[in-house]
């Protein structure tokens, strides 16, 4: 290689020193990271400039083996500069990027077939992780550089190199944005398919592993199967290979795949939630004990984002301290995920920190969906229609909800602008296109509508029926058991209210929804949900004047609620306040005891309720026929020392609502 030419231009000496230190060490990363780092303001936009400029007048003047020598030293550079891990990652890529263009002015694909395609295959892997310019044009470009590439690189003549560009190219294909995404994710898998007919375990074992890894990323993400099926295949694939990836032997890879492993256990359907949850926040967990913020920011990040997801859903544990960590976890991930360095992921963690601000206990409410808003309405600057349909779909959900459960502003006005938000999601999340998406945000537009004050309340009514019939034909019992039953309960609570139709049959459609609903809301799997809709079906029969069967439905709703106060501990706010909410229920079952003439018991479900609102009810009969002085007495010091009650019906909204696609 030439050395350097006589100059000032110290940025430019740097570049040439440290070119040519590739060239000598062989591409020794231990000889040429220790000066990459030394000189890290250096690394920067300008040195990709002067680098094109400074080879390309180099090249044009050089002989023919001269100019192959310094394009693989170049182009061997460009490789070291772009696993870099310091520096700014948006300015090194461009460099490397920049690295592979300029070899590529020499190894042509006529005079060096194999050195074309090689470079391409890199200058792929640079585009496909490159910040700088649009995402979905650099995958598409990624993808254009590898599919070069196997032109000349095939599997008879070059199996191992065939291997590898099949293995990048279905990376490709699993972020790509163009197409659709359900066949991406079918090319992701058909490409590691191919690479592990050459890397097998025995031959490659560490590259064996690296497919295993990614063909895990495919099945977990797929469109295509059963989602549990799929995520069973990802399970397995990453235990795979974490066999060859262990800690000790390659800890970088090894918290990669428990990252990813993660992932698999946090949206994992088979087996039971509460303990996939758990091993889900294990690999994390694991994960960070390597991918510390100081070594590894960006994958430090990451799966600071997707610990926060694990603990938002976690079942374990006291409910509002898991949201506090998951909004611990989102904010430590904004720290480097910012806007500016990576949008991307930036609004990934926004949409999710105002998932944990929707549902947060802590704090007052109605600011906590303030600030749940105010999330949502920022990812939305990034998560665009046109660049992330899918996330702003997701997001327009998500935002959707928050306005339904709005404090703030008119109440009308919040549940049109849900509505809006439902609609705009369903224009992506078809059900063509997404299935599972489509039923969830139809479950959700059918409870704005059961809600609504716009509008003809009878009109509105029908419209959630339409809504929950909808979103049925996907979440059947069998496929999506708990979201079966939760929509169950929502039609059940549009059916009791329906204007239009015989009201006996409305009400009898209304008991049939919450039956079935409580073959899945057991006691012993959801407990508080199976309270819901036994008040709910109470209700009903309450409408329909069967008030034996009403009392029964509040006594075993009340006996599961007493029996949840019963495990309350000290400091359990989440179950408090969920114990505040049940006001209703004993008001409903002292008005049923006084329709069966059961005056005993209902004083009992009084004190045992400890509202006002009750009490006002029994004083409203006569008491100097029906209870003694020594009551009557009693339910007048509760009439003053007791605040009202407020009336809550149960509605189904905090379960299946929302996007499990958080994770990155």
């Known amino acids: ?92 890529m461009e460099i490397a990027i920049t690295g592979y263009e300029v070899a590529l002015t020499v190894f042509t694909r006529e005079r060096f077939p194999i050195d ?14 490159r910040i700088e310019g649009e995402k979905a044009q650099n995958l598409e470009d990624a993808i254009a550089c590898y599919q070069l590439a196997l032109e000349v690189i095939t599997r008879e003549a070059f ?4 291997a590898m560009t099949q293995n990048n190219l279905g990376n490709a294909y ?10 991406n994710l079918e090319d992701a898998i058909a490409c590691y398919q191919l690479a592990l007919e050459v890397r097998t375990r025995e031959r490659f074992p560490i590259n064996w592993a690296m497919t295993q890894n990614n063909l895990g990323n495919a099945y977990r993400n797929r469109i295509e199967g059963e989602k549990a099926q799929n995520l069973e295949d990802a399970i397995a694939c990453y235990q795979l290979a974490l066999e060859v990836r262990t800690r000790e032997a390659f800890p970088i890879d090894w918290a990669t795949t428990q990252n990813n492993l993660g992932s698999a256990y946090l949206e994992r359907i088979e087996g039971e939630k509460a303990q996939n949850l758990e091993d889900a926040i ?35 544990g006291e409910k509002a301290q898991n949201l506090e960590d998951a909004i611990a976890c989102f904010q430590l991930a904004l720290e480097v995920s910012t806007r500016d360095a990576f949008p991307i992921d930036w609004a990934r963690t926004q949409n999710n920190l105002g998932i944990a601000y929707s549902d947060r206990i802590e704090g007052e409410k109605a600011q906590n969906l303030e600030d749940a808003i105010a999330c949502y309405q920022l990812a939305l600057e990034v998560r665009t229609r046109e660049r992330f349909p899918i996330d702003w779909a997701t997001t327009q959900n998500n935002l959707g909800i928050a306005y339904l459960e709005r404090i703030e502003g008119e109440k009308a006005q919040n549940l049109e602008d849900a509505i809006a938000c439902y609609q705009l999601a369903l224009e992506v999340s078809t059900r063509e296109g997404f299935p599972i998406d489509w039923a969830m945000t139809q479950n959700n537009l059918g409870n704005a509508y059961l809600e609504r004050i716009e509008g003809e309340k009878a009109q509105n009514l029908e419209d959630a029926i339409a809504c929950y019939q909808l979103a049925l034909e ?6 999506f058991t708990e979201g079966w039953a939760g929509t169950q309960n929502n039609l059940g609570l549009a059916y009791s209210d329906r204007i239009i139709g015989q009201k006996a049959q409305n009400l009898e459609q209304a008991i049939a929804c919450f039956q079935k609903a409580l073959t899945v809301r057991t006691f012993d799997a959801f407990p508080q949900n199976h309270a819901e809709t036994l008040f709910n079906l109470g209700l009903t029969y309450k409408g329909s004047n069967q008030f034996t069967l009403a009392y029964t439905k509040f006594k075993f709703a009340i006996d599961t609620v007493e029996s949840l106060r019963e495990e309350i501990v000290s400091g359990d706010e989440s179950k408090r306040k969920q114990a505040e909410e049940w006001n209703k229920l004993y008001r409903s ?34 008491l100097k026929t029906i209870f003694p002085v020594d009551v009557v007495t009693k339910l007048e010091q509760y009439r003053i020392q007791i605040p009202p009650a407020q009336k809550r019906r149960i509605n189904y909204q905090n379960y299946w609502k929302r996007h499990s696609s958080k994770l990155h």
């Open 474 to 479: 996907v979440r059947t019992r069998k496929a």
């Open 589 to 622: 079952m002292v008005e049923v005891c006084l329709e069966l003439n059961n005056i005993t018991e209902a004083i009992e479900y009084v004190e045992r309720s400890k509202t006002q609102n009750l009490v006002d009810k029994i004083l409203s009969r006569d």
């Open 174 to 183: 699993l972020e790509r944005i163009e197409g659709e995404k359900a066949q």
């Open 116 to 129: 074309w395609a090689r470079t391409q295959n890199n200058l792929g892997l640079a585009y496909r992780i």
């Open 282 to 316: 294990a690999c994390y967990q694991l994960a960070l004990e390597v991918s510390t913020r100081e070594r590894f920011p960006i994958n430090w990040a990451s799966t600071q984002n997707n610990l926060g997801a694990a603990y938002l859903e976690r079942i374990e």
């Open 159 to 162: 199996p191992i190199d065939w």
């Open 1 to 92: 290689m030439a050395m350097p030419d006589n100059t000032s231009d110290a940025q430019l000496d740097f570049l040439l020193e440290v070119i040519q230190a590739t060239a000598d060490s062989n591409v020794d990363q231990q000889v040429v990271y220790p000066l990459l780092k030394a000189n890290i303001d250096k690394l920067n936009q300008t040195l990709a400039e002067k680098l094109r400029d400074w080879a390309t007048s180099k090249l044009a003047e050089a002989e023919a083996d001269e100019a192959k020598s310094l394009a693989a030293d170049i182009g061997n550079f460009s490789n070291l500069i772009q696993e870099f891990p310091l520096g700014d990652k948006a300015s090194t």
